[in-house]
């Protein structure tokens, strides 16, 4: 089944634990929580201090997108503050090998994230550091803001991930974030995607749990 990740960057913060449950009531698997350090890109969003507000008002794994400069000095920091998927940046300044393994080390689901314009190229030695469960985070928008529109071009790169995982037989998840609505998660399914992320789409939706099921491709 494929699996949904909500992203609350663009959610009524004002009332974080009411998106929370809102999140959870939407059936969807994990909650996404985009952090952005003013570097990495250009725009500031929520740190460790929201995030561990946020682990006492869900039971749902907290999916951290790390937007930031230097993911591996704050590793354990998000690790500690209720972080249990981890994605950081292969355009960041931080080595990644050594990302990977300080995120084992702390027992969270690794993720590499993959902004549209880097080619697939740039992560394929990194494949074999990754364990089960683990993730390549597609970017099918620029990262920095939510409410972005989809990028087509990013289609072909999934569609060849997908192929290599297949071909090397790795038990890797690929996520895919940005522009995800019904039409374009459909795409994205079809390309070999099996973990969506989706922000204003499923937030502005008026029944949540039913675009979480179509998202899915269910019904
Ligand atoms: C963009 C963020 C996304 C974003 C998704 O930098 O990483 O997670 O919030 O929002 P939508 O679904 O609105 O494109
Ligand atoms: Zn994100």
Redesign the pocket.
């Known amino acids: 089944m494929t699996m949904i990740s909500v ?1 609350i ?2 959610a009524d913060l004002a009332h974080l634990a009411e998106v929370a449950k809102l999140v959870e009531e939407s059936g969807a698997d994990a909650l ?1 929580y ?1 952090v ?1 350090d003013g570097c990495f ?1 250009d725009n500031i969003s929520f740190g460790l201090p929201v995030l561990r507000s946020l682990r006492s008002c869900t039971e749902l794994p907290l999916d951290v ?1 790390l ?1 930031v400069q230097d993911p591996l000095r704050f590793i354990g920091r998000f690790a500690e503050a209720g972080a249990q998927m981890l994605s950081f940046h292969i355009e960041s300044q931080s080595d990644a090998a050594a990302t990977i393994r300080e995120i084992h080390a702390h027992g969270v689901r690794a993720g590499i994230a993959v902004s549209p314009d880097t080619s697939l190229e740039q992560i394929l030695p990194l494949l074999s550091l990754l364990e089960k469960d683990d993730f390549i985070l597609l ?1 099918t ?8 529109s989809f990028l087509y071009d990013v289609l072909p790169k999934i569609k060849a991930l997908r192929a290599v995982l297949d071909a090397r037989g790795l038990p890797l998840h690929i996520q895919v ?4 609505q019904d039409v374009t998660a459909a795409l994205c399914r079809e390309a070999g995607v099996d973990y969506l ?6 937030m502005g939706a008026p029944c949540p749990a039913e675009a979480v099921r179509g998202l899915r491709g269910e019904g």
Not at 141 to 148: E, L, R
Not at 177 to 180: C, K, L, M, S, Y
């Open positions: 992203s960057l663009n996404h985009d952005m890109v997108h937007m970017m928008v620029q990262p920095g803001w939510g409410k972005q974030d940005g522009g995800i992320v989706s922000g204003s789409y499923l």
